[in-house]
């Protein structure tokens, strides 16, 4: 592993998902000892550089903190960027890094809508870099052996899919007024932050979805408005202002094998705390899968049709990433390792020249997805993908 080259690594955004990328990469080695690269963290850029940065910083082994992405950008001890600020600097960051050579990470939703997004994966294709989406979810070892029963055709031909994406992060009425909830910013509300790992995840497992018909509510219309700094479930103390986009998306799915699904998925959900999983019913037989129960996986292999069980099947080293994390089924894996395994797969991306994991294409896929949404609500009507 000594002779690994070095993967010099800047970020931008310090925040919450910025130290996450962080950390995936000091752990990568941990779990994969004989990854292509060894990554050096060189650089972060903040806008707010104080003491909670700079500690952030230097805990995480960054090597200078920045307020200015772009000098971060234009330096030329950097391979790869990840880019983990707000939603409203994505495409310019995103298009910067790739003009510049350097491989991107980027979260999702990489762009505030699909145009915004096609310009980050034209600018990657031109520059002939490899990228990374952060739909972290397909990267459990249960999602993984999920998608392997449904492609095996264990559970037979697929019927209906349920996906549910529920969170409370916003349903108390005083939560700050953060950029999140403005559209200039986020490009939308519930349906950029989880409807589009909801999209992900579903084409993931089952295959594309082929036409859509949608609805939304905004139930909380009004919030406070948020101190600088404030995080999106902070609550606000300033004058209250107008909710600018949704808390709330549902849709009926067509997949492109005939089958049906439900999606549906909530910012302000009382009594769900992240909340995300599916369920797949075939014609033989069911598999689901929720994020609470990582490791875990619910199967019916259907010996008759009727009266048929769930039971509960735990996830072995065979599938997936989990050898690299866990020796044995039932030890748990955390929402962090699956960034570690992101991190990973673009490493691999990196090292064979070639995709690897959900990339840039992926996240335009579900941008695209989202805009569908978006058109289906407004027009009242079915829109075809």
């Known amino acids: 592993m000594s002779d690994a080259p070095d993967l010099r690594?800047?970020?931008?955004?310090?925040?919450?998902?910025?130290?996450?990328?962080?950390?995936?990469?000091?752990?990568?080695?941990?779990?994969?000892?004989?990854?292509?690269?060894?990554?050096?963290?060189?650089?972060v850029a903040d806008t707010v550089i104080d003491d909670r940065t700079r500690r952030a910083a230097a805990s995480l082994g960054f090597g200078e903190l920045v307020a200015d992405w772009r000098e971060l950008v234009a330096r030329d001890?950097?391979?790869?960027?990840?880019?983990?600020?707000?939603?409203?600097?994505?495409?310019?960051?995103?298009?910067?890094?790739?003009?510049?050579?350097?491989?991107?990470?980027?979260?999702?939703?990489?762009?505030?809508?699909?145009?915004?997004?096609?310009?980050?994966?034209?600018?990657v294709d031109a520059a002939g870099v490899q990228s990374a989406a952060g739909f972290n979810y397909r990267n459990a070892p249960g999602v993984e052996r999920a998608r392997e029963i449904v492609a095996s055709g264990r559970i037979g031909r697929i019927e209906h899919t349920t996906v549910r994406f529920l969170s409370d992060y916003a349903a108390h009425p005083d939560g700050a007024l953060s950029w999140?909830?403005?559209?200039?910013?986020?490009?939308?509300?519930?349906?950029?932050?989880?409807?589009?790992?909801?999209?992900?995840?579903?084409?993931?497992?089952?295959?594309?979805?082929?036409?859509?018909?949608?609805?939304?509510?905004?139930?909380?219309?009004?919030?406070?408005?948020?101190?600088?700094?404030?995080?999106?479930?902070?609550?606000g103390s300033g004058a209250r202002g107008p909710v600018g986009n949704e808390d709330y998306v549902t849709a009926l799915l067509r997949f492109a094998d005939g089958s049906r699904g439900m999606l549906e998925s909530s910012r302000v959900a009382v009594a769900?705390?992240?909340?995300?999983?599916f369920e797949i019913h075939g014609t033989t037989g069911a598999v689901a899968w929720d994020f609470r129960r990582l490791n875990e996986l619910r199967t019916a292999f259907a010996e008759d049709y009727q009266n048929a069980s769930w039971t509960t099947e735990y996830v072995t080293p065979a599938s997936g990433e989990m050898r690299a994390f866990q020796p044995g089924a039932g030890n748990a894996m955390g929402f962090d390792d699956l960034k570690v395994i992101e991190a990973h797969r673009l490493v691999e991306s990196i090292a064979q020249a070639k995709p690897i994991g959900a990339t840039i294409h992926d996240a335009l896929r579900a941008a695209r997805t989202l805009d569908a949404v978006r058109a289906s609500v407004a027009g009242r009507s079915w829109v075809n993908l």
């Open 77 to 123: 001890d950097l391979d790869l960027v990840c880019v983990t600020g707000p939603n409203f600097i994505h495409r310019e960051v995103g298009v910067a890094v790739a003009q510049s050579g350097k491989h991107l990470w980027i979260e999702k939703p990489a762009g505030r809508n699909a145009a915004e997004t096609a310009e980050i994966a034209a600018a």
């Open 9 to 43: 690594i800047g970020v931008v955004g310090l925040g919450w998902m910025g130290q996450v990328h962080a950390r995936a990469w000091s752990r990568l080695l941990q779990h994969y000892p004989d990854s292509a690269r060894r990554p050096v963290l060189v650089a």
């Open 272 to 277: 769900e705390q992240n909340t995300y999983g």
């Open 180 to 235: 999140r909830f403005d559209d200039e910013f986020s490009g939308s509300g519930v349906l950029g932050d989880l409807v589009s790992h909801a999209v992900d995840l579903a084409e993931h497992v089952v295959g594309p979805i082929a036409e859509l018909v949608a609805d939304q509510a905004t139930f909380i219309a009004e919030r406070p408005e948020a101190t600088p700094g404030a995080l999106h479930y902070e609550r």
